[in-house]
């Protein structure tokens, strides 16, 4: 049994703007080889990763859209006209902004910012004025072509592709930069679940287990994106909010913990009891760790996705759990929180260095309690690393 420690882990020294030129690097290499000359990209994540710029109000708004132009040389953003001044503050140069909508910014001194409402009425319009700037007689790939045909139009190219796998795909494999956050934030994450376990007691609730891991997500300069610190029975309810609920002798916490830091997220699970645990209990959890630990042992360049799944769910049920249904035992994690591949059934992508992958093998049983190990890695030339660095086993608290 693992043994309770704390401390919020120092940030890595990584400089976003560089991060960000690397990354659009990646995409103009990408785009050599693509079968078209440019690229719009039009997912929140998409755009972050060809721009550098990251948006509030993106993450607030349903019908927030923006839109990134990239080419060989060259690289525009498409946005609402209250994102324009955040965008050029975060790096996005001014003349490489193009706003749409409505918005009022004055000004101390000469800006062109303080023009950004009413240029464009709205996205596809401002698309066509960022694709005619990138210049004619360009083929385009379109990130989100199949859900919007009318992007079709706005990129000014009639048989423009849809380049959503293409997307995907690049921003899979992860430079070393990327790599540096997402195991930060997985590591805030872990030491939020061990601020939990060093305040917990007989009657503890819920709430209180959840505000010491957000509390140190926070230290550490991240954002809570989710906080499941559910205890007994409520620890079966998956994605659950915590409540009053009091955690008694005998019952299990079930901690399923993701935050963003700089844009990346983390995603991982713990599993406690208060007091000894009885048969059931360690016997379940031994299983679902072996289930994660042959996940781990298997990874390697050239694996595949249902693999990593087939030797997960094999694992759990030859260590003694049956019943054991899952859809996943997994997926890709970067700037989304879930990312392809996703570890299933006739998943065949193969795995390569630089992919950074969630595994997870939880276990949920109404009425009896819920359990899961979860932890975020990282596909080496030769196998993976973790990125946390605590122990896995079953947590006990005094009771």
């Known amino acids: 049994m693992s043994t309770v420690m704390s401390a919020v882990p120092p940030a890595p020294d990584v400089d976003l703007r560089r991060l960000a030129s690397e990354r659009v690097a990646r995409l103009r290499g990408a785009l050599a080889e693509a079968p078209f000359d440019a690229v719009v990209l039009t997912t929140p994540e998409s755009v972050l990763y060809a721009t550098g710029y990251r948006s509030v109000a993106g993450a ?73 700037a990138a210049g004619a007689g360009l083929r385009y790939g379109v990130e989100g072509l199949d859900g919007d045909p009318a992007l079709r139009e706005a990129a000014g190219d009639p048989a423009a592709a849809d380049a959503t796998g293409w997307a995907s795909l690049v921003r899979g494999v992860k430079l070393p930069g990327e790599v540096a956050l997402l195991r930060h934030a997985a590591r805030l994450a872990e030491a939020g679940v061990h601020a939990a376990l060093e ?106 996705a249902s693999e990593v799944f087939d030797v997960a769910m094999r694992t759990v049920r030859r260590e003694g759990v049956t019943p054991y249904r899952r859809q996943h035992c997994g997926h890709g994690i970067g700037l989304a929180v879930y990312e392809p591949p996703i570890v299933s059934p006739g998943v065949e992508t193969a795995l390569e260095p630089g992919m950074t992958f969630c595994f997870e093998t939880p276990y949920y049983n109404l009425g009896w309690g819920g359990m899961m190990v979860e932890d975020t890695l990282v596909v080496t030339g030769d196998g993976a690393e973790l990125f946390t660095r605590s122990p896995r086993e079953l947590t006990v608290v005094p009771a």
């Open 199 to 304: 305040i917990a007691v007989a009657g503890v609730t819920e709430h209180e287990l959840a505000r010491a891991v957000a509390a140190t997500m926070v230290a550490g300069g991240a954002e809570p994106r989710f906080v499941v610190a559910t205890t007994g029975p409520r620890s079966a309810l998956a994605d659950a909010h915590p409540t009053d609920r009091r955690w008694r002798p005998g019952e299990l916490a079930r901690f399923d913990i993701g935050c963003l830091y700089a844009g990346y997220w983390s995603d991982i699970g713990r599993t406690a009891v208060l007091g000894a645990p009885d048969a059931r209990q360690a016997g379940h959890y031994a299983a679902i760790l072996a289930g994660l630990d042959e996940q781990v042992a298997l990874t390697r360049p050239g694996v595949t």
């Open 60 to 132: 607030l708004f349903r019908a927030h859209r923006m839109a990134a132009v990239v080419t060989g040389d060259d690289c525009w953003l498409v946005c609402p006209a209250a994102d324009t001044a955040p965008a050029v503050d975060g790096g996005v140069p001014e003349d490489r902004v193009v706003p749409f909508g409505r918005f009022y910014f004055e000004s101390s001194g000469p800006t062109p910012l303080t023009g950004a409402a009413d240029r464009h009425p709205d996205l596809y319009a401002a698309l066509a004025t960022a694709t005619r």
